[in-house]
């Protein structure tokens, strides 16, 4: 029985301890930052004449970027040291323009040639600019790529009913 007691009486002194610490404010420890000393010939007297100079904070602070009359920057920013990434080549604009069902199952109208005016039937199974046709619904075409599927979907406009 002293026993039972004794584990009663610790573990009451514990939660005791516990609620200590969780009530009991903490004091954060405070980092001490020194100022970092840059040597002189690491401070240039004036801006190398290759960088452009930052722009001031105040005048993108000023500038209203939602406005019509804004009209685009005439360079590109950059990182200093870094060339701009090299963009993609974009494979064929492909557009679904509509699909019906009909007794031979589901047909999707797809722009996929620009050479071509208009759009070409396809059936799943089929090749639309070198990825193959896996589904076709009531609103979207699912196409197999190399880098994953695709899913070609109808525009508002264009669908019928509800």
Not at 24 to 52: F, G, N
């Amino acid at each position: 029985m002293t026993l039972v007691r004794s584990l009663y009486a610790a573990a009451g002194a514990l939660l005791i301890a516990g609620l200590g610490l969780r009530l009991a404010p903490t004091r954060l420890p405070r980092a001490q930052a020194a100022p970092l000393d840059v040597p002189a010939e690491a401070q240039p007297e004036a801006a190398p004449t290759s960088t452009r100079p930052a722009p001031r904070s105040d005048a993108i602070i000023a500038a209203n970027i939602l406005s019509p009359d804004r009209t685009p920057p005439a360079v590109r920013f950059s990182l200093p040291g870094r060339a701009a990434a090299p963009t993609k080549p974009r494979g064929p604009t492909l557009r679904l323009y509509g699909i019906t069902v009909g007794a031979q199952g589901a047909v999707a109208i797809i722009d996929a040639d620009p050479s071509i005016p208009g759009g070409e039937l396809y059936r799943v199974g089929d090749l639309v600019a070198g990825a193959r046709v896996l589904a076709i619904t009531d609103s979207t075409v699912t196409l197999a790529q190399p880098s994953g599927p695709l899913v070609l979907r109808l525009q508002r406009a264009a669908r019928s009913g509800p």
